[in-house]
């Protein structure tokens, strides 16, 4: 079943802006992922941040973890149009081990 | 780079037909996992493997779903007597460690299953 929820559900953008979007989830977690789903391809990792961790960075994007508050946010500076894709949290625990994903958000970036 | 490999990319099954996918992880991962895409954006957890054991399986619906990872082999996801609602596209991905706490987990690319 899916962990939690994200917002928005669907975004769009103009090339250069910048795309902020949220996560939240019910349970504790060992690390909470990012991923990335282009139409009709498999999913990709983007970035990983760990429970212990407040805020990480990598290129051009930066991810923050509120544990208290259960919630994270995705931002993704200086959009470009290959940003367009579906982005989606997943949490994993150190029980199980296997990723529970939030529903994702439709990023789409106008030229 | 290494990739997580999943054949076929496409199958097409009528509704009865059986269905067989398969996942060859990236060698040295000790963790496979099996997710189900129904809508575009709802990710459902199937079964995971540590090496050729089952970890987790309560994602699967036990009646008609099975898997293996053996040996020396790819891991497969089996579907008896295929329903329309399978219709899916299902992911593998692999990950060592486990939980994905250093990399996070690498997906296959999919099989998209249509039963008709």
């Known amino acids: 079943s899916q962990q939690g929820e994200e917002d928005p559900q669907a975004l769009s953008i103009q090339e250069g802006e910048n795309a902020t979007m949220n996560c939240s989830y019910k349970?504790?977690?060992?690390?909470l992922q990012w991923y990335r789903q282009n139409s009709g391809r498999g999913l990709v990792h983007l970035i990983l941040?760990?429970?212990?961790?407040r805020e990480k960075h990598s290129g051009r994007l930066r991810v923050t973890l509120d544990t208290s508050k259960k919630s994270s946010s995705l931002l993704i500076t200086a959009s470009r149009a290959a940003d367009t894709a579906s982005y989606f949290c997943?949490?994993?625990?150190?029980?199980?081990?296997?990723?529970?994903f939030g529903a994702g958000t439709t990023v789409t970036v106008r030229a | 780079g290494e990739e997580v490999a999943q054949t076929p990319k496409h199958l097409v099954r009528g509704e009865g037909q059986k269905a067989k996918l398969y996942c060859a992880p990236i060698?040295?991962?000790?963790?496979v996992f099996w997710y189900q895409q129904v809508l575009k954006n709802e990710f459902k957890f199937l079964i995971s493997?540590?090496?050729?054991?089952?970890?987790?399986e309560t994602g699967m619906p036990k009646e008609r779903f099975s898997a293996k990872c053996l040996p020396n082999s790819p891991c497969s996801l089996e579907i008896q007597a295929t329903k329309l609602e399978d219709s899916a596209v299902y992911f593998c991905?692999?990950?060592?460690?486990?939980?994905?706490?250093?990399?996070?987990?690498?997906f296959g690319s999919g099989t998209r299953l249509t039963v008709v």
């Open positions: 493997f540590q090496n050729e054991n089952v970890f987790d």
């Open positions: 941040i760990r429970s212990n961790e």
């Open positions: 060698k040295g991962h000790s963790y």
């Open positions: 349970t504790s977690i060992n690390n």
């Open positions: 997943a949490t994993a625990t150190t029980r199980d081990y296997k990723l529970s």
């Open positions: 991905a692999s990950s060592d460690p486990p939980g994905g706490v250093d990399y996070g987990y690498t």
